[in-house]
Each structure stands twice: as structure tokens, then as C-alpha cells.
């Protein structure tokens, strides 16, 4: 039973440039979350997708924007990035919009030089 | 959500009993608790949730007072593997988790 895998683990980008992050939920799961986690902090609540729809969202700006497909897997977008961007990406996915049996994933190390 | 309040860091040694307190002076009657760990470079993972009194798993207990202002979460004989960030979440079932700073242990040989 495959728990939720993130892509790519490790991404380089120069400010000003667009990034995409992919996520695909664990078996079973429909809920997709994203969360910012900077360095020595706790994960940060992006937002939070369902039926493919954004269900809500943390305080971040409009740069960053995400979709979630069909088959309940989802997508992360942060366009015009900068310095302050650079943080470990995190999935996590639950069942029916719930946070009970939140599973993360191993995250995406964003750099942006 | 209620705000919580944990230590930065804890040491401890091999063998010994750990225990992480956090204050949640403001929690709401539907507030469950909750204790994430975390690796570095990996995703937080569930460890053990509470509403009240004691609750025990296979790898920890949670005390939780009558008043739930506070709980602790208490690690049998910890080994070197357990050193990680842990984090006290409390919330209802609200579809998303809000993070403190966590307390960082450190298990040394």
C-alpha cells in the first residue's frame, strides 16, 4: 500500500521563475493538503484541494496555486518565486476532508538561488 | 485553534523516559490533542492523539489532565532513533493542522 509519494525530492530554481510540484495521495485518500515548512519551523498550511476543488486556504499569496486531479492526485504551482520560497514542500493526504489519518510525504526541497 | 507552548529542545540518553509537556491554556471542548514526529528532511508522522485522561500506543502515552490546559507526551526507553522534532498539535477536525516550532530531543549514547 503505497503511503504519498512527492516529486521531484529536490529542485533548484533561479528567482523569478515558475515551479510545479507533484503529489500523489496514499491509497484510499481523496483529500489533498499542501504545507511550507521553512527552515527550523513547523509545516505551514497552504491549502487544500477536494473533489478538485480548493476547500481553503492559508495565508499565501494568489503566486502560489494548485490543482488536483481526477485521480485525486495533485499539483503545486508557485509562480515569480523568491529567496523566501526556498523551504521543504510537503503533500499530505486524508479521506473526505478530514485531518484524522493525515499521512505526509517525504517533501520536495525547493531552492531558489 | 488553540495556540500551543512546548520546549525548544530536550536532551535525554538511551534507555530513559522521555517526557514532552505542552501547554494549550485555550483549548476548545472539541479541541482533540495530538503528536506528530518528525525526521529531518521527511514529512511529520502521527504518533498519538487524546481527548482526555490517558491514551497509549505502541510507541508512546499521552496524560492529559482533567482540565486539558496541558498534556504530556511520555517516550519508554528512548534509543538514538528517536531523536527528532516533536510536535503538539490541538485542534478539531478542521481538515488542516496548525504547526508550533516543536521540541527538538536529542538521545544521545
Known amino acids: 500500500d503505497a503511503g504519498v509519494t512527492q516529486s521531484p525530492t529536490h529542485l533548484i530554481k533561479t528567482r523569478g521563475q515558475q515551479v510545479t510540484l507533484r503529489c500523489s495521495p496514499k491509497s484510499g485518500h481523496d483529500t489533498v493538503s499542501w504545507y511550507q515548512q521553512a527552515l527550523g519551523q513547523g509545516p505551514q498550511f497552504i491549502f487544500q484541494?477536494?473533489?478538485?476543488?480548493?476547500?481553503q486556504r492559508g495565508n499565501f499569496p494568489d503566486r502560489f496555486s494548485g490543482h488536483q486531479f481526477p485521480n485525486y492526485s495533485s499539483e503545486l504551482n508557485v509562480n515569480a518565486l523568491l529567496l523566501g520560497d526556498s523551504a521543504l514542500y510537503l503533500c499530505?493526504?486524508?479521506?473526505?476532508?478530514?485531518?484524522?489519518?493525515?499521512?505526509f510525504g517525504s517533501g520536495t526541497r525547493l531552492t531558489v538561488v | 485553534l488553540a495556540k500551543t507552548t512546548q520546549p525548544i529542545s530536550m536532551d535525554s540518553y538511551e534507555g530513559q523516559e522521555v517526557n514532552i509537556t505542552c501547554s494549550h491554556n485555550n483549548i476548545a471542548t472539541n479541541d482533540y490533542i495530538t503528536w506528530y514526529q518528525q525526521f529531518p528532511s521527511q514529512g511529520p508522522r502521527f504518533i498519538i492523539q487524546?481527548?482526555?485522561t490517558k491514551v497509549t500506543n505502541e510507541v508512546a502515552s499521552l496524560f492529559i489532565p482533567a482540565d486539558r490546559k496541558s498534556s504530556t507526551l511520555s517516550l519508554p526507553r528512548v534509543s538514538l532513533s528517536d531523536t527528532a522534532v516533536y510536535y503538539c498539535?490541538?485542534?478539531?477536525?478542521?481538515?488542516?493542522?496548525?504547526f508550533g516550532q516543536g521540541t527538538t530531543l536529542q538521545v544521545k549514547p
Open positions: 484541494y477536494y473533489e478538485e476543488e480548493e476547500r
Open positions: 499530505a493526504s486524508s479521506l473526505r476532508l478530514s485531518n484524522y489519518g493525515y499521512t
Open positions: 498539535l490541538v485542534g478539531g477536525n478542521t481538515g488542516k493542522l496548525i
Open positions: 487524546g481527548y482526555k
